[in-house]
C-alpha cells in the first residue's frame, strides 16, 4: 500500500472527469459497380481527415462517447457531365447521391446489440459546401456542371437521437452501411459516418 | 499616496460582454497543408482581433460557445471541366478544403475541440444565383459561388458544453489538411476561425 501511495505522486490523471463538444468520424470508399456493404470505426486510419479512432472498434480505457446525433458526409466534389437523353435518368454528382441514400441503410452496433437501424437519407449530414453554378455554353453535345450532398448543409439539419445513446470504454462498436445491389456511380466516393455528441475524458 | 483614488479599474471587477474571436490564414493553393491560428497578432481587423499572440492579458478571458470555420470564397468563372471530369470553381474549392480538413484546437497542452471543416459551418455570409448566357464556343465555362454551409446566421457549430479559456494561458488552433490543395485558377483563399461566446474583462 505505501507503495501505491508513492506511485500516487507522480500520476498523469486525476479524479474526477472532463465533458467535451466532441465527434467520432470514420471514412471509407464507395466503389462503384461492387460495393454492398461499408463498416465503420472497426479499423485505424491513415489520416486524421479520414478517422479520428485511437483504437479499432472500441474507445481507450477512461473514455466513454455519448451518442447524440449520427451524420453521413459524402466527400464529393463538383462534377462535368454530359447531358444525358431527354427522358432518361442523368447521371450527375446529385444522382449520385440520391442513389446512394434512397437505398443505404445505417446500423449502429454496440457489444452485441443494435442500437438503430437508419435510412440513409434520414441521416443528413448537415454541413458541406452550399453555392450555385451555372453553365455558359453553346450546346454541342450538352453539358452539366453539379454537386450534391446529403440534405440542406445547416447544422439544424441533423438527426438527433430523441434518447443519446452511451458507448462505454473499452465495449466494441461498430457501424454498417449496406445496399441491397451495388450502384454505379459516376465517381467513387468516400463516405464519413460521424457520431456526434459528448467526450468523457481524464482530467489531466 | 492613495493609489486607489487614481485606478482605472474597480474593484478587481470583471464585466461579461458578448464577444467574438477570429483569426484569418491565407490558404496558398497547392502548398497549405497546415493554417496556425491565434498565435500572431495580425494588426489588421479584418483579419484578427487578437491583442496578445496566443493568449489573453489578464484578467481577460472568453468562454467559448460555438466554433465556425468562413473560407472568404469569391464568386468565381472557370473553363468548363470535360465530361467525367471533376469541376474546378467556387464549389470545387469549399468541397476541397472542407472534405480533407480537420480543425484542432488546444488550450493549455491539451486538445479542447478536434473536428472535421465541414462540421464547423461558417454562419452568415453572401448568398446569390449564378447564371450563364450561353454565348461561349464549346466546352464553355461556368460561374459559380459557395460558402462552407448554408449561409444562415444561426448555422454554427454550438458547443454541447462551453469552453473557458482562462487569462494568460496559452491556446492556438491549427487547420491541417493530409496534402495541399490546387485551387481554382491557383487563387488563395483566406480561411477564418471564428469563436462566438462571452469575453470577460474588468470593470473600468
Not at chain 1, 485505424?44 to 483504437?55: C, G, K, Q, V
Not at chain 1, 443505404?104 to 438503430?116: A, E, T, W
Request: net charge neutral; glycine share 10%.
Amino acid at each position: 500500500m505505501r507503495q501505491l501511495r508513492q506511485y500516487a505522486q507522480y500520476q498523469t490523471q486525476y479524479p474526477g472527469k472532463e465533458v467535451i463538444d466532441a465527434a467520432l468520424w470514420d471514412t471509407v470508399l464507395y466503389t462503384s459497380a461492387a460495393t454492398v456493404a461499408l463498416t465503420f470505426f472497426n479499423a485505424l486510419r491513415a489520416t486524421i481527415d479520414l478517422s479520428n479512432m485511437r483504437a479499432a472498434g472500441q474507445l481507450p480505457a477512461g473514455e466513454s462517447f455519448m451518442i447524440r446525433a449520427i451524420r453521413v458526409f459524402f466527400k464529393g466534389r463538383p462534377e462535368s457531365t454530359a447531358t444525358a437523353a431527354a427522358g432518361a435518368v442523368q447521371p450527375d454528382a446529385i444522382d449520385d447521391i440520391a442513389q446512394l441514400v434512397d437505398s443505404g441503410v445505417l446500423q449502429l452496433n454496440i457489444g452485441q446489440k443494435d442500437y438503430g437501424i437508419y435510412p440513409l437519407y434520414l441521416l443528413a449530414a448537415g454541413g458541406g459546401p452550399y453555392g450555385g453554378i451555372a453553365v455558359e455554353n453553346i450546346l454541342v453535345a450538352g453539358a452539366a456542371a453539379s454537386y450534391g450532398q446529403n440534405g440542406d448543409p445547416h447544422i439544424y439539419n441533423t438527426f438527433t437521437l430523441s434518447v443519446p445513446i452511451l458507448i462505454k470504454s473499452q465495449i466494441n462498436f461498430n457501424c454498417v452501411l449496406t445496399w441491397p445491389a451495388a450502384l454505379t456511380l459516376i465517381r467513387n466516393v468516400n463516405i464519413q459516418v460521424v457520431l456526434d455528441g459528448d467526450l468523457i475524458r481524464s482530467i489531466q | 499616496m492613495n493609489y486607489n483614488d487614481y485606478r482605472s479599474q474597480y474593484g478587481g471587477s470583471i464585466e461579461v460582454i458578448g464577444g467574438v474571436l477570429y483569426d484569418t490564414v491565407a490558404y496558398v493553393s497547392a502548398a497549405s497543408v497546415a493554417l496556425t491560428y491565434f498565435t500572431v497578432v495580425r494588426n489588421n481587423l479584418a483579419l484578427s482581433n487578437i491583442e496578445l499572440a496566443g493568449t489573453f492579458p489578464s484578467p481577460k478571458a472568453f468562454l467559448i460557445r460555438s466554433v465556425s470555420c468562413k473560407i472568404m470564397q469569391r464568386a468565381f468563372s472557370s473553363a468548363r471541366a470535360a465530361a467525367g471530369q471533376v469541376q474546378p470553381g467556387a464549389i470545387d474549392n469549399i468541397a476541397q478544403l472542407v472534405n480533407t480538413g480537420v480543425f484542432e484546437f488546444t488550450i493549455g497542452s491539451k486538445r479542447y475541440i478536434h473536428m472535421p471543416l465541414w462540421m464547423m459551418p461558417g454562419g452568415s455570409s453572401a448568398q446569390g444565383v449564378a447564371a450563364g448566357d450561353g454565348d461561349v464556343a464549346d466546352p464553355g465555362e461556368i460561374q459559380d459561388w459557395a460558402t462552407n454551409g448554408k449561409p444562415d446566421t444561426r448555422n454554427v457549430r454550438t458547443l454541447s458544453k462551453p469552453i473557458f479559456i482562462g487569462p494568460q494561458v496559452n491556446f492556438v488552433g491549427v487547420i491541417t489538411w493530409p496534402a495541399a490543395i490546387t485551387l481554382a485558377g491557383g487563387v488563395n483563399v483566406n480561411v477564418q476561425i471564428r469563436f462566438e461566446g462571452d469575453q470577460l474583462r474588468p470593470v473600468q
